[in-house]
């Protein structure tokens, strides 16, 4: 019995062992990662004073999460008026980059400098808008103290004066319009000092070409009717176009967001221009201008038109090198504002 009994411990202590060795042996735990963290050091770019030290910054940490810290420190400086680089010659950094892929070490040295005060780019944009409409309808209506005091609220006897001003005052209520609730703007705010310059040129050329398009001595255009037409009929198509672009682009960007998407033609007729430039909005726009010269067939309007156009080239320039740089399968066709020219 004794015999027995033990050989069957022996076998039931086998089979136990098998069972025992068929079971996963559990894994040993995974030792935490070890963090390596950062130490930055923010410098004064024109004293080379160090402003502040900050330690311990997550590798993960952005460029605005720096500012944001900076910030805690000299509440006066938010995020949108800082500055920061790697070098005092070097350009600003992006908000969205991150501290761990910039080429430094555990300890960065980052260089401040103070943009000034800033405004965001909608109130710029509806700034700029506002005040031409507002100036253009002065003249319109002929307010005192602009021409002779016998033309005071007088109205003009040419419909191609009236008619200008119903273009002039749709274009701008379109930009405040597609400012408000078109455009996503990826840039967050401007220099204040900025809006005097931009406010400047769009004021005071609202007011000189007004001031001779709704002059009591005003000549209609040489061609008469057909040359109004003609530029009217200018006009509204590239007004059309413009706005379409401008949805087009909308389309393209999710709300917040700052990636960059090659535009492509949708199914309206108006985004077809894609296909030969990269900026049609700056083309719909230069011809909605040429348009309006051709309407008015005043100077102040073609001088506005050509200075436009090369601002608006240069504009155009940066953002079609910007894109080829970007995509390798940017489309080659493509030229900058005027299709196969410029």
């Not at 405040?176 to 769009?202: A, D, Q, W």
């Not at 009591?216 to 009217?232: A, E």
């Amino acid at each position: 019995m004794d015999v027995l009994a033990l050989e069957a411990k022996s076998v039931n202590g086998a089979d136990n062992d098998k069972k025992s060795s068929s079971r996963p042996k559990p894994k040993p735990p995974k030792k935490a990662k070890r963090i390596v963290y950062f130490e930055v050091e923010i410098v004064d770019l024109k004293t080379k004073e160090k402003l502040l030290l900050l330690d311990k910054v997550e590798p993960t940490a952005t460029v605005l999460d720096i500012k944001a810290l900076f910030h805690k420190s000299y509440p006066k400086w938010y995020p949108a008026r800082q500055s920061l680089r790697l070098d005092a010659k070097a350009k600003c950094l992006r908000d969205e980059e991150i501290l761990q892929t910039l080429p430094v070490g555990t300890t960065a040295s980052f260089y401040f400098s103070d943009l000034g005060p800033q405004l965001t780019w909608g109130t710029v944009f509806l700034t700029e808008c506002v005040g031409p409409l507002i100036i253009y309808l002065m003249f319109y209506f002929h307010l005192p103290f602009i021409y002779s005091a016998k033309y005071d609220f007088t109205s003009s006897k040419h419909w191609v004066v009236h008619l200008a001003c119903m273009c002039h005052s749709f274009h701008y209520i379109k930009r405040i319009l597609e400012t408000m609730f078109v455009h996503r703007i990826s840039h967050g705010t401007m220099p204040l000092r900025n809006i005097f310059k931009n406010c400047g040129y769009y004021w005071c050329s609202a007011a000189w070409m007004a001031y001779y398009i709704n002059h009591p001595l005003y000549t209609t255009p040489y061609y008469g009717q057909q040359q109004v037409n003609t530029g009217l009929y200018i006009f509204l198509f590239c007004q059309v176009g413009n706005f379409s672009i401008h949805v087009a682009l909308r389309n393209l960007k999710l709300h917040g967001s700052k990636t960059k998407k090659i535009p492509y033609p949708t199914k309206n007729p108006f985004t077809w221009m894609f296909w030969l430039v990269s900026c049609p909005n700056y083309t719909y726009e230069v011809g909605s201008w040429i348009g309006f010269t051709l309407m008015t067939q005043c100077v102040p309007v073609a001088v506005f038109t050509l200075v436009g156009f090369i601002q608006m080239t240069v504009w155009a320039k940066g953002k079609h090198y910007g894109y080829i740089k970007e995509y390798r399968d940017y489309p080659t066709l493509r030229s900058s504002i005027l299709p196969f020219i410029l």
